[in-house]
């Protein structure tokens, strides 16, 4: 059983920062990478950003520079530090990670989503 557990979402101004953090938990025998995704009303999910468990991170063209995206591997986590942030952020976050619960058996699992709201 793997867990995806993220925190941090909430309503903030536009122009502000926030960050959020996620954490995998339960039977993991290698994490791969490790990522947020976005998804508003309507619309398919997003790729935000990713990062590797060697700590290279690629973004989506509207976040590059104004998030980062980082891991501590030691406790299978990541985050992503949002700054400058727009209206047209707002969306419901997901974290996935590449979880590895054996050396055999592979799969992306998800946290169950944060709300992140940007108000004008």
């Known amino acids: 059983q793997v867990q995806l557990v993220e925190s941090g979402g909430g309503l903030v101004q536009s122009g502000r920062s926030l960050r959020l953090d996620c954490a995998v938990s339960g039977s993991i025998f290698d994490v791969g990478d490790m990522g947020w995704f976005r998804q508003t009303p309507g619309q398919q999910r997003e790729l935000v950003a990713r990062v590797t468990p060697a700590h290279i991170s690629t973004y989506s063209n509207s976040v590059k520079g104004r998030f980062t995206i980082g891991r501590d591997n030691s406790k299978n986590s990541v985050y992503l530090e949002m700054t400058n942030l727009r209206p047209e952020d707002t969306a419901v976050f997901y974290c996935?990670?590449?979880?590895?619960?054996?050396?055999?058996?592979?799969?992306?699992?998800w946290g169950q989503g944060t709300q992140v709201t940007v108000s004008a």
């Open positions: 996935y990670a590449d979880v590895w619960t054996s050396q055999w058996s592979q799969r992306d699992y």
